[in-house]
């Protein structure tokens, strides 16, 4: 089993800055991709971001690329995921999770083994 638990999800004005946390609990984290994926209301879950086992290597949706940016502190078990220039449609619950398997680096939720509860990011406009 592998826990993971997000923070610094909140309200923000469109335009701002807010960065998530998402720690990991588990002997595997450091050999693990890690993702990160958003709900809006009425939507489906969506991939926003992934990172490899190193950090070397990063994969954006189109809807974040250059706004979001993802890295991990494996000495502390965390990954990141730093949001600038928030918009209003960002607004949704963002998972945390965890790809024990793939060696390249996934889109697709299915992928993913382990997901943290969700964190509520709201965007004002």
């Known amino acids: 089993q592998v826990q993971l638990v997000e923070t610094g999800g909140g309200l923000v004005q469109a335009g701002g800055s807010l960065r998530l946390s998402c720690a990991a609990s588990?002997?595997?984290?450091?050999?693990?991709?890690m993702g990160w994926f958003r709900q809006a209301p009425g939507k489906e879950r969506e991939f926003v971001a992934a990172?490899?086992?190193?950090?070397?290597?990063?994969l954006y949706a189109d809807s974040v690329k250059g706004r979001f940016t993802i890295s991990r502190d494996n000495a502390k078990n965390t990954v990141y995921l730093q949001m600038n220039s928030l918009k209003a449609e960002d607004t949704a619950i963002y998972y945390c999770?965890?790809?024990?398997?793939?060696?390249?680096?996934?889109?697709?939720?299915?992928?993913?083994?382990?997901w943290g509860q969700g964190i509520q990011v709201t965007v004002s406009s």
């Open positions: 999770a965890v790809d024990l398997v793939s060696l390249r680096l996934i889109s697709e939720s299915r992928a993913y083994d382990y």
């Open positions: 588990g002997r595997t984290f450091s050999s693990s991709a």
């Open positions: 990172i490899s086992r190193s950090g070397g290597s990063t």
